[in-house]
């Protein structure tokens, strides 16, 4: 058994402010990776922006990540990178921003190399990255995975590349500005990442550490999420979930729902996490070690798979997807090797339909 967890993290209240000498520790000119508005809404660009001016730390803004970041965008920033001399990189957001971070940190790295390398399967370094996560689902902070769009291939893919972050600064008062919609989705993504985990080919006893307190930490916060009765300290437990579910894939990577996820995100524009929770259900539903599912249900407090299915359709409600979509999608995934190797049994189309009910 292997455990591997690079990233220094720091978790508490104003922890970009206290420990700003962290970032000046890591270079002289920083690239703060960001999307267009939630980093300013919710304070922590000017956070980032006030630690980095108290260690006289010069940097620069690319504000231009979209949800979902494609190539071209990671393209862009690193052009800005190399002309501005930036020497680390800070992402702040979701896991759009703090993905998009790590790839565009190996392309500044890598200057005479074109965005190509990104799927590459060659060593290469990268620059040094920081990342603040404003949202509760993906756990980029602590994870290796950078999942970019490829409009060509119109779907999403992660590079090939195992790129941690040298230091996490998670904030719970960052989610105070998010709406329902977005917390909800995000913590069903940290789910997804949690139970996929657990029931993987990877999993042993070691990793295991991680999701089972993240899955027994996720069923206390379940009923606060239908009734949207969020406090301030249910926050920190969310960035907590989502941190070590992160730390739960790092360890085995995502399996079948995640895979099945990015054709429904891509075509259909439907938000990661709830392209996800769409086949949750009927992923604990198929698997075939029916002990260990019970476990993963019991750790989230459901008695049964149907009641863990019903939550899942009244937090999430229904998306119609045709038929169309669901066969070719459930084609693309039996040819995704990545993804069917962490799922330790063999499974037929039929039973990837039968996962979105």
């Known amino acids: 058994m292997l455990l591997f967890m690079p990233t220094i993290v720091f978790s508490e209240e104003d922890c970009v402010r206290n420990h700003a000498n962290e970032l000046a520790l890591m270079g002289t000119k920083a690239m ?39 190539v071209e965008t990671v393209v862009k920033a690193r052009d800005m990178g190399i002309k501005e001399k930036v020497d680390f990189i ?58 970019l769009t490829l409009h060509k291939q119109r779907t999403k893919r992660s590079i090939s590349h195992k790129i941690y972050p040298q230091v996490a ?33 990877n999993s042993n006893e070691l990793n295991r550490i991680y999701s089972r307190e993240g899955l027994m930490m996720w069923g206390q916060l379940k009923d606060k999420l239908i009734e949207d009765k969020i406090t301030k300290a249910d926050y920190t437990k969310l960035m ?64 049964s798979q149907e009641a863990f299915s019903d939550y899942l359709d009244k937090i999430l409600g229904d998306t119609e997807v045709s038929k169309e979509i669901l066969e070719k999608n459930a084609e693309s995934i039996l040819s995704n090797e990545s993804k069917l190797k962490n799922y330790p049994f063999s499974i037929t189309k039929e039973e990837i339909l039968s996962m979105k009910k």
């Open 32 to 70: 703060i990776v960001t999307g267009k508005h939630s980093s300013r809404a919710n304070g922590s660009l000017n956070d980032v922006e006030e630690a980095l001016k108290s260690q006289n730390v010069s940097y620069v803004i690319f504000d231009d990540i979209e949800e979902n970041p494609s």
């Open 90 to 147: 800070i992402g702040i957001g979701g896991g759009s921003p703090l993905d998009a971070s790590k790839a565009i940190a190996l392309l500044i790295a890598n200057p005479d190399k074109d965005e190509t390398v990104l799927y590459e399967n060659i060593p290469l370094g990268y620059i040094p990255l920081a990342c603040v996560p404003t949202t509760c689902g993906t756990g980029s902070e602590v994870t290796p995975y950078s999942i």
């Open 169 to 201: 600064l998670i904030d719970g008062k960052y989610l105070k500005t998010a709406d329902r919609s977005c917390i909800v989705n995000t913590a069903v993504d940290a789910l997804a990442h949690l139970i996929e985990s657990y029931l993987n080919t």
């Open 240 to 303: 907590h979930v989502s941190m070590v579910a992160g730390m739960a894939i790092t360890h085995t990577g995502t399996s079948l729902s995640h895979g099945l996820s990015y054709m429904i995100t891509y075509e259909m524009g439907v938000p990661h996490g709830k392209a996800v929770g769409m086949y949750l259900g009927g992923y604990v539903s198929i698997y075939k070690d029916s002990k260990e599912a019970c476990e993963v249900l019991s750790l989230l407090g459901f008695e």
